[in-house]
């Protein structure tokens, strides 16, 4: 069992950036890839970025290039930078964490609006 917390969410205007925090109850090395997904009102949950225990990361195209994923293995804490932000940008944010085995397992999420 893994417990994730995230914590950073927020109201932001356009153009503005915040990070977002997601801390693990186990050691993030020994979680094959955690991941930042969003879901916006009415929309299917999507991936925006993910790293893997090795330090891989991909991104969502529409993160490309304003996201940016990274951890901290002492805290056993993902972030999720993000800069240049705009109202599509305005969804719940969840953690996820999956092992070597096949099991996931999600944060509560974190709202995230871009409003003027």
């Known amino acids: 069992q893994v417990q994730l917390v995230e914590s950073g969410g927020g109201l932001v205007q356009p153009g503005g950036s915040l990070r977002l925090s997601c801390a693990a109850s186990?050691?993030?090395?020994?979680?094959?890839?955690m991941g930042w997904y969003r879901q916006a009102p009415g929309k299917q949950r999507e991936l925006v970025a993910a790293?893997?225990?090795?330090?891989?990361?991909n991104y969502a195209d529409s993160a490309k290039g304003r996201f940016t994923i990274s951890r901290d293995i002492a805290k056993n804490t993902v972030y999720l930078q993000m800069n240049s932000l705009n109202p599509e940008d305005t969804a719940v944010y969840y953690c996820?964490?999956?092992?070597?085995?096949?099991?996931?397992?999600w944060g509560q999420g974190t709202q995230v609006t871009v409003s003027s």
């Open positions: 790293i893997t225990t090795g330090g891989s990361a």
């Open positions: 996820r964490a999956d092992n070597a085995l096949g099991s996931d397992y």
């Open positions: 186990a050691s993030i090395l020994r979680i094959y890839r």
